[in-house]
């Protein structure tokens, strides 16, 4: 059984940065892991996967050079460091993992954590 684990959310003003940790245990590797968000009222949209072995990586395009997934070599953690923030992309970031493919299709994903809240303020 796979499990993920969001951590790293918070509040910050316009401009700041964050980094968002994703925590992945279980018995079988992903493809890719991915990052989605969902704001209110709105549908969850990805933002930016990773494959987990060579961790090529495949971004949304509002994301603009700003966000970058990551993995650290050996560990089961993939980050997304989000610079120059904006109140757009105040979400609820979820990570969730594929055996699919790298994808940006939230259906391609069948595990998923529980979100962690960001807020950007103006």
């Known amino acids: 059984q796979v499990q993920l684990l969001e951590s790293g959310g918070g509040l910050t003003q316009a401009g700041g940065s964050l980094r968002l940790s994703c925590v992945h245990s279980g018995r079988s590797l992903p493809y890719a892991v991915g990052w989605f968000r969902q704001a209110p009222g709105k549908e969850r949209e990805f ?8 961790r090529r990586a495949y971004y949304a395009d509002f994301v603009e050079g700003r966000f ?3 993995r650290d070599l050996g560990k089961a953690i993939v980050a997304l460091q989000m610079n120059n923030l904006k109140s757009e992309d105040t979400a609820v970031y979820y990570c969730a ?4 493919g790298l994808t940006k299709l939230a259906a391609d994903y069948g595990d998923w954590g529980q979100g ?6 103006s």
């Open 47 to 54: 933002v930016a996967a990773l494959t987990w072995r060579d």
């Open 97 to 100: 993992a594929t055996t699919i």
């Open 116 to 121: 962690t809240q960001v807020t950007v303020s």
């Open 68 to 70: 970058t997934i990551s």
